[in-house]
């Protein structure tokens, strides 16, 4: 996928990685190793649809560095997926899950698919005896551990851990994370949890950039699905900010004087889109203006690639930057805003809330023993402040005018691996 200035998404990611290896002082061959996946596993899933005719989808799985643990990281069903939109994921889960302490490689899966042009009948079959079938030998609680992403939800979870545990004869809950609440300790903090990553980091973050914290500052939101309304929502708004604007991808609405977010929420639920709602002193805007509003905070929770060099980056009137979607800044944009002294606040840290709610799930499952909502939420947290101040320590030391909070990051996440593959051996 080309970003706004002619990059790829991959391309951005290595370009990152390399900076990073060179800020570390790491030997060049850590660039040659995680610069490309260990394994990529193309699947065709034919399905006899309702008509009764049968169509095949072309599905991935990318298995990218598992010199820290099992290979984890999400299954989107999207219609516009390429493979290369699939490595750089892995490769990007990679790093999220080293920066944030967990014993988990980098992977990502995906199927060429609109999920809403198909019934639940053809999109059970393409989930359970296409994918979770066709993956079956490459994964397992120990080996792959896939989670839900753009499409792909914990019904649809909940079929393939159905299906791979028939093949397995005996209930495997742990091969797949973000299962449903009744199923193997699916736990309702996984609803919330990316949402709420988001919001731990942007709360601390306001504390180390303005000094009083949060309270009172203002929000826009681009993206109004499950990252943009628990985290801004939901969790921002609890911990004090005012949020001003938010959009779906219709469009959205603003106000400066702040949004009654339960009726935000109750008219998109109803209608279908935050753009109905109507209230004294609300405007309607697009995805391209809620960028470039005068706010405090701007949390970009939609899809990758929006706040580019050339276009928007130079408008962007937030001081911090929070990533809620997955590689929502191209590098040339995020140049461009660090000089301005805005603060980016990276996707593998802000948005990782969901992938450690997956290891905590996962470490449930494992043990058949079961932590309660309130416990879940305190476990989550403790692991989101340690990584931020670990990036925060680790970017002071690199100089902050000097090195972006995303470099100072990957530079903490390839150590951890770099470690990790010198003590194991066979890998540098």
Do not use: C
């Amino acid at each position: 996928m080309s970003l706004r200035g002619g990059t790829t998404f991959l391309e951005s990611v290595l370009q990152t990685l390399k900076r990073a290896i060179e800020l570390g002082g790491y030997p060049e061959e850590v660039y040659e190793i995680l610069s490309r996946p260990q394994r990529i596993i193309t699947v065709n899933i034919p399905v006899r649809m309702d008509n009764g005719k049968i169509q095949v989808f072309t599905g991935y799985r990318v298995q990218h560095n598992n010199a820290l643990g099992p290979y984890k990281g999400g299954i989107r069903f999207h219609p516009e997926v390429t493979l290369e939109e699939d490595i750089a994921l892995a490769t990007v889960m990679t790093f999220k899950n080293s920066l944030n302490g967990l014993p988990y490689g980098g992977g990502k899966g995906a199927i060429a698919v609109d999920p809403k042009k198909l019934s639940k009948k053809e999109l059970e079959e393409l989930s359970r005896g296409g994918y979770a079938r066709a993956l079956a030998p490459f994964i397992g609680p120990e080996v792959d551990i896939p989670a839900p992403d753009v499409g792909t939800d914990p019904q649809i979870m909940a079929w393939m851990v159905d299906e791979y545990s028939k093949i397995s004869g005996h209930n495997v809950p742990g091969v797949f994370t973000a299962k449903p609440v009744i199923l193997w300790g699916g736990n309702p903090v996984r609803e919330y949890s990316t949402g709420f990553g988001v919001a731990v980091w942007a709360r601390e973050a306001a504390k180390k950039l303005w000094g009083g914290g949060i309270e009172g500052k203002t929000v826009a939101i681009q993206g109004f699905g499950n990252v943009g309304y628990w985290g801004g929502a939901y969790w921002l708004e609890k911990m004090g900010a005012k949020v001003v604007a938010v959009t779906d991808s219709k469009g959205g609405v603003y106000n400066p004087n702040g949004l009654k977010l339960a009726d935000v929420k109750a008219v998109k639920d109803k209608t279908g889109t935050v753009m109905n709602y109507d209230a004294s002193g609300t405007r309607k805007i697009t995805n391209d203006e809620v960028l470039e509003l005068p706010v405090d905070i701007l949390v970009p929770a939609a899809l990758e690639n929006v706040i580019h060099r050339g276009g928007n980056a130079n408008n962007i009137k937030a001081k911090l930057i929070v990533e809620g979607a997955n590689g929502p800044t191209t590098a040339d944009a995020e140049k461009t805003l660090h000089s301005k002294g805005v603060w980016i606040l990276p996707d593998l840290a802000a948005n990782a809330g969901g992938v450690v709610m997956s290891y905590l799930e996962w470490v449930e499952n494992l043990q058949w023993y079961f932590w309660d909502e309130e416990e879940t939420r305190n476990r989550l947290e403790r692991i989101l402040l340690d990584t931020f101040n670990r990036v925060m320590n680790r970017w002071s030391k690199l100089g902050t005018s000097q090195v972006t909070i995303r470099e100072a990051a990957y530079v903490e996440a390839v150590d951890r691996i770099y470690n990790a593959m010198k003590v194991r051996g066979g890998w540098i």
